[in-house]
Structure formats: structure tokens, C-alpha cells
């Protein structure tokens, strides 16, 4: 390996500088301006940090982190990472951290608050520097009590209703609004929902949306909102083999997942969209295109979602010794809609 090789350490500066271990030390841990009880020259500083760049000098991770007190380290935990939405945020993240110089673990909870519960200790465990977490119904004690501690903590995606937590969220309300009233314009009245029976916040807003488009449109009368598990789809076939019936013309996925369902459903019993039903939902799926379905779909902006969430988390770290300002990042959707598995319109920008 030979000479050449070997790693450079403080004491090849200090030789090489011709000062102190102890005063290279000081120098390169940016302990130089007194508040540590040493103050070092700036000419002496200048030229240590010179040879140690000449040197081509790399610090010690484990040591650095030990005088920093941060791992460079954050736990992403999301409801299912096989998810594209998530899978897509958490890649950038990722990259985005990356150039941040920081390493994220990530995990999911499956909906299950006890996991949820047990993924936090974990990666408190490996020392993560913050987290970012979707919660999931029944984690509002936990994640309250990650806040009351000033742990770095960023909510993703949903909120927890009363609690004052930092979060990056989409206008869900209002996506919902609007993607049902591309059905409303289309002409259609007999339009009902597909949703989660979870308590969520997302989900509950989406609900508000659809709602509220149909009221404005006199068409309260006609609102239904079908709520299925999250680990259950055997219902979806009675749910829309019962609106076959009823003749409703039109269908709001509350999720992409509950989309692909209802799509999956359509194609087994014969049916095609839009000639025997419509849709709206949020993202879109390679399945729009396999089936050639017609929909109108919500487009959330996943590189701000990881983008506006990462800065967040990293700016609760990089001020952890002051109490965390809650923030609030409501991003804004945009309406894409689709014939025959193509992007025909982009429109209806919703506010932020």
C-alpha cells in the first residue's frame, strides 16, 4: 500500500503547519473564535486549514459527529414505501439529502400506529438527527410527544388535528373540488366517492372537497361516499357492481390506489371507461394506459413535497437548541385530464 496511501490525520498538519496537535484540532473543529475558551490567530488559522487542504485531509466521521452531536442521519417513515407516491417523495429525499451530505433510513407503518411507535424508537436508536413521518390514525400521541422533547420533526403529507406540528400538505380540499368539477362539467349528476375508512386528514379533506363541489352545483342530493378499508378491496366489487345498477354515471377515487382498484374491477366485469362510467382520482398509473381508461386525475408535486419537507426537517436540526417553529406548507395541485390514456387538458391550477 506504501506511504501514499496511508490516510492523513491531524498530526501530518500540525507537522506539516508547524504547530500543536492540540491547536490543529482546534482549528479544524471550528472551535477558533474563544468561545471555547481558545482563541486562535487568523493567520495560523488560515494556514492550517491551507495544509490540511493541500493534504488532502478527511475528518473522521465518527469523531466529527461525536464534537457535532448530530449522526447526519434522518428516518423517513411513510405508510408504504411500495406506494409510487411515497416511493417517488422518498427518492427525493433522498437526493436531495444527499447533497445535503446527509443518509436517510426509511420505514413503513402499514397504517399500524404500534409500528409507527416502533420505528421511532429504532431510528431514535441509531441516532437520526430528525425525522419525516405520514402518520398514520392513532399516532397523535406519539408524534406529540416527539415535538414536546424539540425533537426535529416534520409531518408529511397529513397533519395531526389539533396538534401544533410542522407539515408539508397539499390543498386537498380544494384538488378534490375541482377534480370532481371537471365531472360536473362534463355533464354528469349521479357521482359518488370511493374512499378510506381511516381517520386521516387527507382523506377527510378530500371527502369536504367533493362535497362541497356538489352542493354548489344543486347536486347534494346525489352525494355518497363508500369507505373501504385500507387493507380491504373485496368490497370494491360490490360497491360498483351496485352502482352499475343504480346507474350512477361517475366515480371520485379518493386515492390512485383505490383508482387502480376500481379500473381493475371495470376490466374483469366488462365494463370500459368512460362509455360505462367515469372517474376522477388523485395521480396518475401506468394502469390508465394498460386499460385505456378516461380520467381526470390530481398531479401533486412530489419534488416540492420531498423538497419543502427535507429543508424543514434540516432547518429544526440546524436550530434544535431553540424551541421548533410550527410551519405549515400547503402546496398547490394541478387538474390533468385524460382520454384514452393521454393527457388532453392541463388546467385548473389550484390556489395554494
Excluded at 395531526?160 to 400538505?169: I, K, Q, T, W
Excluded at 386521516?200 to 372537497?209: H, P, V, Y
Amino acid at each position: 500500500m506504501g506511504e501514499r496511501n496511508r490516510k492523513i490525520t491531524i498530526r501530518d498538519i500540525a507537522a506539516e503547519a508547524g504547530v500543536s496537535i492540540a491547536l490543529v484540532s482546534f482549528v479544524m473543529s471550528g472551535k477558533t473564535d474563544g468561545k471555547g475558551g481558545y482563541r486562535v490567530n487568523k493567520e495560523t488559522a488560515e494556514r492550517i486549514r491551507s495544509v490540511a487542504e493541500r493534504l488532502n485531509y478527511q475528518p473522521n466521521d465518527a469523531a466529527r459527529m461525536l464534537r457535532s452531536g448530530k449522526t447526519n442521519t434522518v428516518g423517513v417513515i411513510v405508510s408504504d414505501i411500495s406506494n409510487k407516491f411515497f416511493a417517488d417523495i422518498a427518492r427525493c429525499i433522498e437526493d436531495r439529502a444527499y447533497k445535503h451530505k446527509y443518509t436517510v433510513l426509511f420505514g413503513s407503518t402499514d397504517e399500524n400506529p404500534r409500528k409507527l411507535e416502533n420505528l421511532i424508537e429504532v431510528f431514535r436508536n441509531k441516532g437520526v438527527d430528525g425525522l419525516i413521518v405520514v402518520p398514520c390514525e392513532g399516532a397523535e400521541q406519539v408524534l406529540c410527544s416527539l415535538a414536546n422533547e424539540n425533537f426535529p420533526l416534520v409531518l408529511l403529507d397529513r397533519e395531526v388535528p389539533g396538534a401544533d406540528l410542522s407539515s408539508v400538505v397539499l390543498n386537498n380540499r380544494r384538488a378534490c373540488g375541482q377534480v370532481t368539477e371537471v365531472l360536473v362539467r362534463q355533464g354528469f349528476q349521479r357521482i359518488e366517492m370511493i374512499s378510506y375508512s381511516m381517520n386521516l386528514s387527507n382523506i377527510r379533506e378530500r371527502e369536504e372537497g367533493y362535497r362541497s363541489c356538489m352542493a354548489e352545483h344543486g347536486l347534494g342530493e346525489y352525494v355518497r361516499i363508500h369507505h373501504l378499508r385500507h387493507d380491504r378491496f373485496d368490497r370494491m366489487t360490490d360497491i360498483l357492481c351496485d352502482a352499475y345498477q343504480r346507474r350512477v354515471e361517475a366515480f371520485v377515487f379518493a386515492t390512485n390506489t383505490l383508482a387502480i382498484q376500481g379500473v381493475t374491477v371495470a376490466f374483469r366485469q366488462g365494463w370500459q371507461i368512460p362509455r360505462d362510467f367515469s372517474m376522477v382520482c388523485f395521480d396518475t398509473n401506468e394502469a390508465f394506459d394498460l386499460y385505456h381508461t378516461a380520467a381526470a386525475c390530481v398531479s401533486q408535486p412530489i419534488e416540492r413535497f420531498g423538497a419543502e419537507a427535507l429543508d424543514l426537517l434540516l432547518k429544526g436540526i440546524e436550530h434544535r437548541d431553540q424551541p421548533m417553529a410550527c410551519t405549515r406548507v400547503v402546496l398547490t395541485p394541478e387538474i390533468l385530464e385524460y382520454t384514452n390514456g393521454k393527457r388532453v387538458l392541463e388546467a385548473l391550477s389550484a390556489e395554494g
